[in-house]
C-alpha cells in the first residue's frame, strides 16, 4: 500500500478542508476504488471510484448553493449510515457550511432542541417523522429554508444545481480554511437542553484523522495498494464513527457502511481487511465461539479454553522459535474459525472505546488479528490516545497521539493538552470555558497512565468535558486546580506519574479503587437472573464540605439534590433513593424510552433484545454506576447510594406510580417494587 516512511497523513494535515480531502484523492488517482454501496436489488456490493465520488459531492453542493447555503450557515443531517449520508456531508464541507448531524432514531424533542439552538438554514431529515417536525419549525424559524427528506441519490436537492456552473463550489474551495468549523458534534443523549454541541474545525478533524492513520500506518503499509477496506456500523452522527470516517478516506480505506447492529452479519460476504467496530462486537464473537464449544460437548469446551490460554501467551510472548509454530499448528484450526467469522482476511482491528479487557484484547491479537484500542471524546476530534503495531499492550488504549500530553487527576479523569481540541460549545460559551483548567482539557474519561506512558480507561464519569458549577465546589467530575490542588495548575506540564493519588480511579468522595478492582457485584445481563441491579463500594467521607453558607442543608435536601443529579443524565428519567429504616442508601432508577433503544443501537446490542435485557447489560449498569460515583461525591457517607436497581419501564400517571403533577408517589413504588427492593439489602452483608 505504499511506504512506511511515507504516510497520508502528512499530505492530509495540509488540506484546507474535509471538501478539499474529497479532491485530492480523486486528483491522485480518479479510478481508485474509494467507498463500497450496496446493491439494494442483488445485496452485492458495488464500488464506487474517487473520481465519480467528488462528481456526486460536486453535484450535491450545487445544489446547496443554489438552495441559498451560505459559508458558515448550518446544515441539519438526521439519518443513519448510508452512502448518501456522507455525500451530504463531503458537500456540506466543500461549500464551508457546518454540519450538524443526528441520529434517525432521534425523539422529536431533541431534534426541535438541536434546530433551535442551531438555527440551520437548511435540513436533510430521514423519515416521515422526523421531516414532519423540522418542517413545522420553519413558521418558528425563518433561517430554515429548505427541508428536504433523504430520498436515495438526492434527486430534489441535485435537481436545484443541475444548470449551475462548477465555478460556484471551487470559489467556496478555494477560500476554505483550516479554522472553519466544520461539525456541531451533539452526544448521544440530547434530550437535555444542557446537553452542548461541541464545535470541531476541518483542521482538527484532519489532524486527529491523519494521526490516527499515522499510528496504524506500519501495519496497513503492508497491504496491497486498493487493498485496505472496511465495514463501518458506528454512528455517522457521533464521533467514534465520524472520526473513523475521516480516517479511513485519509487512509486510503475503501469504506463500506451499515446500520447499527448489522456489522456481524455483513462481515463475512464483504471481507474486509480493516475492522472499525466497538469491544462489544469482540465480545460478541468470543461468546458466541465459546458457546458453540460448549455445545458441543464439555471435551470442545476444554479445547477451546485451552486455544484461548495459547493465543493469550503467543500474543504476550516475544518468543518464535520451535515451540511456538508447534503450538500454534496445533490450535490453528481453532483460531481459523474466528478468523473467517470477520471473512477471513481481516489485517488489523481498530477498537474504539478503550473497554475491552486484556485478555480478549491479547486472545484476538493472538490468533492473529491485531487489536489496536483507541481512545477519545467529542472535544478531542474523537481520539487523543491509541495503541499502534509495534508498540502495543493489551488492555491498554496506547500512548498519546502526537503533540498531546495526558494527565490524570486525583480523581481519576483525564485531562488532554495540545493536539486536535473542539473550538467550544455552541452558543455556551461559559460551558466551554468550564472545560479547560490551566489550559489543559477535561476529558470527562477516567483513566489511569502508568509509568510507560501507557492509558489504561476506566470508562466515563461524565458524558461531556464540560462541568456544571456551584459556590465553593465543581460538581459531575471536578477537579480542584490551583497551587497544592495536585492539578496542572502547579506547572506548566503533565505532573509526573505515580505521585500521590493519580493515576487511581476515585470511588466516590475518598477511598480510590485500583484499575480493575472496584468491588462490584453485577447481576443480570446474558449470565444472571434479569435483574438490573448492581452495588458499589463504600465510600469515604468526602472531605472540604460544600460551598459557604449560614445554613447547612438538611438530609431531605442532600438527597433531594443527588437524585436531581442523577435525572439530569438525559439517559435517567427518575431516580427514587430509599433511606428510611434501611442500613444504607439504594436508588430504584428508570430509563427514558428512546434513550434507551438508542444506547441499544450505539452499543451493537441485537435487535432482539428487549428493554429489560437492555436496561440489564453489564456496560449500561456501569454507565449508571458512573453517574451515581459522581452524585455520592456530593453527600455524606451515611447518605451515599451503595445499591441501586434499573427498571426499563419508567413510573407513570396510568400505573398509579405518579401523580398528576409528575411527583413519584414514593409509598407506591416501595410497594410495587418491595421485592426488587428487599433483593438491593440481602445482596450487601
Not at 456490493?45 to 453542493?61: C, I, K, L, P, Q
Not at 458506528?234 to 467514534?240: G, W
Request: proline share 5%; charged share 20%; hydrophobic share 45%.
Amino acid at each position: 500500500m505504499g511506504e512506511a516512511s511515507v504516510t497520508p497523513g502528512t499530505g492530509a494535515r495540509r488540506l484546507s478542508g474535509l471538501g478539499e480531502l474529497v479532491y485530492e484523492v480523486a486528483t491522485a488517482d480518479a479510478h481508485a476504488e474509494t467507498w463500497s454501496v450496496p446493491d439494494g436489488e442483488s445485496g452485492e456490493w458495488e464500488r464506487v471510484t474517487a473520481g465519480a465520488f467528488a462528481t456526486d459531492v460536486s453535484g450535491v453542493a450545487k445544489g446547496l448553493v443554489a438552495a441559498g447555503v451560505g459559508e458558515g450557515d448550518r446544515v441539519l443531517l438526521v439519518a443513519d449510515n448510508h452512502h448518501d449520508w456522507v455525500r451530504v456531508a463531503f458537500a456540506v464541507w466543500t461549500v464551508r457550511a457546518v454540519l450538524v448531524p443526528l441520529p434517525s432514531v432521534a425523539s422529536v424533542e431533541r431534534v426541535a432542541h438541536v434546530v433551535r439552538s442551531t438555527r440551520p438554514a437548511a435540513a436533510v431529515v430521514e423519515g416521515g417523522r422526523v421531516h414532519r417536525a423540522v418542517a413545522g419549525l420553519q413558521r418558528e424559524l425563518p433561517d430554515l429554508g429548505r427541508v428536504w427528506r433523504l430520498s436515495p441519490g438526492l434527486p430534489e436537492l441535485v435537481s436545484l444545481g443541475a444548470y449551475m456552473d462548477a465555478s460556484a463550489v471551487r470559489f467556496r474551495r478555494e477560500v476554505a480554511s483550516p479554522e472553519d468549523a466544520a461539525v456541531i458534534a451533539f452526544p448521544m443523549s440530547t434530550v437535555s437542553t444542557s446537553m452542548r454541541g461541541a464545535v470541531l474545525t476541518h483542521g482538527a478533524l484532519l489532524a486527529a484523522g491523519a494521526d490516527v492513520v499515522d499510528r496504524m500506518w506500519p501495519r496497513l503499509s503492508e497491504l496491497e495498494p486498493g487493498a485496505a477496506s472496511t465495514l463501518l456500523e458506528q454512528p455517522l452522527s457521533q464521533m467514534p464513527g465520524l472520526a473513523s470516517l475521516v480516517a479511513c478516506v485519509v487512509g486510503r480505506v475503501r469504506v463500506g457502511l451499515c446500520a447499527p447492529g448489522a456489522l456481524r452479519t455483513l462481515l463475512a460476504a464483504f471481507r474486509p481487511t480493516v475492522v472499525v467496530c466497538a469491544s462489544s462486537l469482540l465480545w460478541s464473537v468470543y461468546e458466541d465461539q465459546r458457546s458453540a464449544a460448549k455445545l458441543a460437548g464439555w471435551d470442545s469446551l476444554g479445547t477451546f479454553n485451552a486455544s484461548v490460554d495459547a493465543a493469550v501467551q503467543f500474543d504476550r510472548s516475544p518468543k518464535k522459535g520451535a515451540w511456538r509454530r508447534l503450538s500454534r499448528s496445533m490450535y490453528d484450526w481453532s483460531f481459523s474459525k474466528v478468523r473467517e467469522v470477520f471473512g477471513g482476511r481481516v489485517h488489523l482491528v481498530v477498537c474504539w472505546g478503550g473497554d475491552l479487557s486484556e485478555k480478549l484484547d491479547a486472545f484476538f491479537s493472538g490468533v492473529g488479528i491485531p487489536v489496536m484500542q483507541v481512545l477519545g471524546c467529542a472535544e478531542t476530534a474523537g481520539v487523543f490516545a491509541a495503541n499502534g503495531p509495534g508498540d502495543r499492550v493489551a488492555g491498554s488504549v496506547g500512548r498519546a497521539l502526537p503533540g498531546r500530553d495526558v494527565w490524570v487527576s486525583r480523581e481519576g479523569e483525564a485531562f488532554v493538552r495540545g493536539g486536535a481540541v473542539f473550538s467550544g460549545y455552541w452558543g455556551d460559551a461559559q460551558g466551554a470555558r468550564s472545560a479547560f483548567r490551566e489550559g489543559w482539557l477535561a476529558t470527562g474519561v477516567a483513566a489511569e497512565v502508568d509509568g510507560e506512558g501507557l492509558v489504561w480507561a476506566q470508562g466515563r464519569v461524565r458524558a461531556q468535558s464540560a462541568v456544571a458549577e456551584v459556590p465553593g465546589r465543581f460538581v459531575a467530575g471536578a477537579v480542584e486546580v490551583g497551587p497544592g490542588a495536585g492539578g496542572p495548575a502547579q506547572s506548566g506540564a503533565a505532573p509526573a506519574v505515580g505521585e500521590q493519588g493519580e493515576g487511581r480511579l476515585s470511588g466516590g468522595g475518598g477511598a480510590p479503587v485500583e484499575r480493575g478492582r472496584a468491588e462490584e457485584s453485577v447481576r443480570g445481563g446474558p449470565d444472571g437472573d434479569g435483574a438490573a441491579t448492581m452495588e458499589l463500594p463504600v465510600m469515604a467521607e468526602p472531605e472540604g464540605g460544600g460551598g459557604p453558607g449560614p445554613v447547612e442543608p438538611t438530609d431531605a435536601e442532600l438527597v433531594a439534590g443527588l437524585e436531581a443529579r442523577l435525572r439530569a443524565h438525559p439517559l435517567v428519567s427518575q431516580v427514587m433513593v430509599i433511606l428510611e429504616g434501611r442500613p444504607f442508601a439504594s436508588a430504584l432508577v428508570t430509563l427514558v424510552r428512546d434513550q434507551l433503544e438508542y444506547w441499544r443501537l450505539v452499543n451493537g446490542r441485537p435487535l432482539s433484545m428487549t428493554a429489560e435485557e437492555v436496561a440489564g447489560d453489564r456496560d449500561l449498569l456501569r454507565e449508571v454506576q458512573g453517574l451515581v460515583y459522581e452524585a455520592n461525591r456530593n453527600v455524606p457517607r451515611r447518605l451515599a447510594v451503595r445499591s441501586f436497581h434499573v427498571l426499563a419501564e419508567e413510573f407513570t400517571v396510568q400505573s398509579g406510580l405518579v401523580l398528576a403533577s409528575g411527583e413519584v408517589r414514593r409509598e407506591a413504588v416501595l410497594r410495587a417494587f418491595s421485592e426488587e427492593i428487599e433483593g438491593l439489602y440481602r445482596s450487601r452483608p
